[in-house]
Every structure is written in C-alpha cells, then in structure tokens.
C-alpha cells in the first residue's frame, strides 16, 4: 500500500495529507537556527498527557469507580465537581516539598523524573494522525517495547531512594512483573508485526486502512489474531501496575507500593507517569491491532462513511478515543477484578500468558505463510 | 534542520555517556555507580542512532537497560550495607597499575593514528536496515544463531533448576 492509498479526504487548511506533513513542517520551523519547531514537537505529547490525565485521567477515573460503585464521586467544586482536579492540582502545588531524612536524597528526587521519561519516550513512535508522528523510525514498534526499560530503573531509583521497606518492597514486585511480563506482550506485539511484516508504526497503521473500515483491522485479519490482542491486553495492564495487577501498590500490604513516600508535585509526576504509560499501551494496542487512526466505520454503498471520516483530524480523533476506550476498559477492570496475589501473577505469566503467547506467534506465522 | 543542531545533540550525548561513565567509575557508592550506568548506556545508544544503525541503538536501550543493569541494580540492592562499604582495596599496586593503562592507551592511539581512514562497505544500505538483519540472520548466520540460542536454553534451564526449591528438604522443614 502505498501514500496515494491514503484515504483523500482532508481539509485544505492542514495542507493536505500526505504522510507526516504536520510533524515535517514542524521539524523544518526552526527560525534564527533554533531548532524549536522540533521543541514544539516534543512538547505536543507532553501537553497532551497533562491535559488528558487532568480531565480524563483523574476526574474521569474518579467518576467512572464513583458510578460503578453506586457513588456520585466528586460533586463539590464546580458543577457535577468538574473543577476538583484543579483544585487538587493548586492543592499538591502548594505543598512542601518533604524529603525524608533517611531517604536517599538524589534518588530520591531524580526517580519521578526518570520514571517519567522513560514513560514519555514512547510517545516519540506513536503516530497520533497520518500526519503526524514523533520520529518515523523502521523500529518504531520494538522502540516502544524496550524504552520501558528506563522506567523500570526509575522505579528502582525511586523505591531504594526513599530507604523504607514498603518502597522497597512495592518496587522490586513492580519491576519483577514488569520485566516477566514484557515477554507475552512482546511475542504478543510481534504476531502483530508479522502480519504487517514491518515495525514502522505508521507503516502498520497504513497497512490496515481500506474502505471496509474496521475488517482491515489485524484483529480480524486472521482467525487466532483475537489470541495476541488479548493477550498483549492482559500483559500491558501488568505493564502499568494497574488492577488486577497492582500488587506493587497493593494498599492493603504495601501502603502505596514504591511511591509511599512522595507527596506534592512528585506524587503528581509519578501518577503523570502512571496517566501516560496507560495511554501509550493503549495506543500501542489500538495501533497494531485496531488499526490505529483509520476509521472503523466502512463505506456502505453510495454512504462513504470510511472516506468522509478518515484524514488527518479524524485519525487524530480516531487514535485518541481508540486509547480512551482502553483506558476506560482499564478503569472497569480496576472496579470489577479483585487484585492478584504475586505468586498468581507469575502462574498467569509464566505458565498461561507465554506458553499461549508462542502458540499464537507459531499459528500466526503458519497463517502468514501459508493463507494468501 | 541545520548540521549545527545535530553536532550540538552529538555532543551532548557524547559529554553524558564520558561524564556518566566517569562517575561509574569514581563514585564512592556502588548504587550511584549503578544508576549512573543507565545514563552511559542510554548516551552510547544515542550514538548508535548517530552511526545509523538504530536497531542496534534500541538492542542496546533493551539488552543493556532493560537487562543487565536492572540485574546489577537488584544485585546491588540486595547486598547488605553497600552504603558504608570503602571499596578502595587495601592493596595498591600503582606502579604496575599506571604501566598497563599507560601500555594499553599507548597501543590504542597507535592503531588509531596508524591505520589508514576508515573502510567503507562497498554494498550502499538501502530502505530498512531490520528486514537486512532478519534475512541476513536467518540465512547468513544461522548456525551461530541457532548456537546462541541453544546455549541461552541451555543456561535458562540451568537457572531455573538453581532457583528450584529442593521439594524433599522443604517438606521435612
């Protein structure tokens, strides 16, 4: 498939939609030899992930567990308690900045930070519209999979730093099930690969568009593919800490896992972290699976509905409530599963999810070869 | 985007990877030394995407971070007072000690001078360097291959059968 497959629809204003423009214009914008549009194209996801844990993030999580449980949740600042997370944010703005005095100063600090970074990363390869992607490397997918990497050690740095035994303990399970678990997610991604047969995330994502919307997807590009989609589902909510594997954080045992002693803006950094490798899991399932910016909807006769609502906007569209929708699914399984204990979190990895995983990857790849 | 921007980030990863690997090397504590790894390994990838060859730069960020040094910090962490330890050994032998190093670096900047510019590959790389690595992988070089991977078993079932609780001990316990 090839650029002049994309789909044809775009507003003139967005110069077209040939693949990457906004992100190309961007990297050529640097005035007096500045390189700032490249500045500016970090700092879109940045922003993005702000303002998406802001709303959706917090105020979303806390009113979805609030209706699940047959709670209203926040109601007090602002209609319906629309304003509460500004409130909280102006609150954790304010506070001191406390270090313990046993804890280890300069891991201490330095952990929210790298745990961020290395959440943020990702977000380099994710192409959130046709045209628009961080970096277009050919090893996008298998990038996104090992950059999790730097967050493990910030979760070391931040668990040892703060010399107290419910850190330690939260951070060395959080950092054994991110590692165990980053084996089923990446046979699992690599079923995906191999049907598109490249790692170039806007190349995948190209791969699965065509006027029958949502039947291009990889999902449904094989009988076995549901196999690896899920099973990355299940691995990418280990990934992230999140129920039914949060026994990192398991309040009940732990307090609060490896971020027990942070309190202000770094508790805010490290739940920022949480917020933004949520959504690139999300994204990174939507994308190889759910066929990233393309449109679900198919043309229907004369309606072209996958023609009018795929472009550039749209694809933007599309990704982001793609991820929403995971994430949402992430915040019901929270409310609804009972967490794990750790010795059923290394039975699920080891001996369900990577036996499964590399049936799926020799099934897919006996489809591929043999199924034209 | 100018030729000054690129030289700049170059040097920049290239100052992180010497200063963080000289703190490896001088810190006092060994978990400082750890952590400060990440940083040498995260700048050498760097300078892998400068030669190009950004699969190797992402094998790196997997193997080395995602890999050794995690090991090496769980190591670290779980030796008892690594904090008050003095690592200087009692035993210094600092004039045969200068002599190597003065030995090695002298042969180094030996073949650095004398070898004559560098040898460019004859075959140009085009398109995708993954897919030339997987073929080249998979049919060149697929018996060392196929041998690295019989020895990782090898050593993952050795691992496991270490880690193994010793069933009979545990039940008279």
């Known amino acids: ?372 | 985007m100018s030729n000054l921007t690129y030289t700049v980030i170059f040097y920049l990863f290239a100052a992180i990877t010497v200063f963080s690997a000289a703190f490896v090397v001088f810190s006092r504590n060994v978990i400082y030394s750890a952590f400060s790894l990440l940083f040498t390994f995260f700048g050498v990838a760097a300078l892998y995407v400068y030669l190009s060859a950004d699969f190797i730069a992402v094998t790196q960020v997997v193997v080395y971070v995602g890999g050794i040094l995690v090991l090496l910090l769980f190591g670290v962490m779980f030796t008892k007072s690594i904090m008050n330890t003095d690592l200087k050994s009692d035993v210094l032998h600092i004039v045969p000690g200068t002599l190597i190093v003065a030995g090695i670096i002298g042969a180094l900047l030996y073949t650095f001078y004398t070898t004559h510019g560098w040898m460019p590959s004859e075959t140009q790389l085009h398109g995708s360097v993954v897919e030339r690595i997987g073929f080249e992988t998979m049919s060149h070089y697929v018996l060392p291959f196929e041998m690295v991977s019989i020895l990782l078993l090898a050593a993952l079932i050795g691992a496991a059968f270490l880690a193994r609780f010793d069933k009979p001990d545990n039940k008279k316990s």
């Open chain 1, 1 to 372: 498939m090839t650029l002049a497959a994309l789909p044809q629809f775009s507003i003139p204003l967005l110069m077209g939609n040939s693949l990457n423009v906004w992100s190309e214009a961007l990297v050529g914008f640097s005035p007096m030899g500045l390189p700032l549009g490249m500045v500016i194209l970090a700092a879109i996801p940045l922003v993005f992930i702000a303002l998406y844990s802001l709303t959706y993030g917090v105020y979303g999580e806390r009113k979805i567990s609030a209706f699940m449980q047959d709670r209203l949740g926040p109601m007090e600042v602002g209609k319906w308690g629309i304003l509460q997370t500004i409130a909280d944010i102006l609150k954790l703005l304010q506070k001191e900045d406390i270090v313990p005095t046993s804890a280890d100063k300069f891991l201490f600090v330095i952990g929210p930070g790298v745990l961020f970074v290395g959440s943020f990363l990702a977000y380099a390869v994710l192409p959130f519209s046709s045209a628009f992607i961080g970096a277009s490397l050919n090893v996008g997918l298998f990038f996104a999979i090992g950059i999790v990497a730097i967050e493990v050690v910030g979760i070391l740095a931040a668990g040892w730093g703060s010399n107290n035994k419910w850190s330690l303990y939260g951070a060395v399970r959080s950092v054994a099930q991110i590692v165990s678990y980053e084996i089923p997610a990446g046979i699992a991604l690599l079923c995906g690969a191999m049907m598109a047969g490249t790692l170039d995330m806007q190349k995948i994502t190209m791969l699965q568009s065509g006027s029958y919307g949502f039947a291009h997807f990889y999902l449904f590009h094989s009988p076995i593919a549901w196999l690896p989609f899920l099973i990355y589902f299940i691995a990418s909510l280990a990934e992230v800490n999140r129920a039914p594997f949060d026994i990192p954080e398991a309040e009940s045992e732990l307090v609060a896992g490896y971020f027990t002693e942070y309190s202000g803006m770094k508790f805010a950094v490290i739940f920022l972290a949480e917020y933004g490798s949520m959504f690139m899991v999300s994204a990174i399932i939507s994308i190889v699976f759910l066929g990233g910016w393309n449109s679900p909807l198919p043309n229907i006769g004369s309606f072209a509905l996958n023609e009018w609502t795929n472009g550039p906007v749209w694809g933007a569209f599309w990704i982001i409530m793609k991820g929403f929708f995971f994430i949402f699914v992430q915040m019901w399984l929270r409310w609804t599963l009972p967490r794990l204990r750790v010795d059923q979190l290394m039975y699920l990895c080891w001996k369900v999810l990577t036996p499964f995983a590399f049936v799926s990857f020799v099934l897919t790849a006996i489809w591929e070869i043999y199924v034209p």
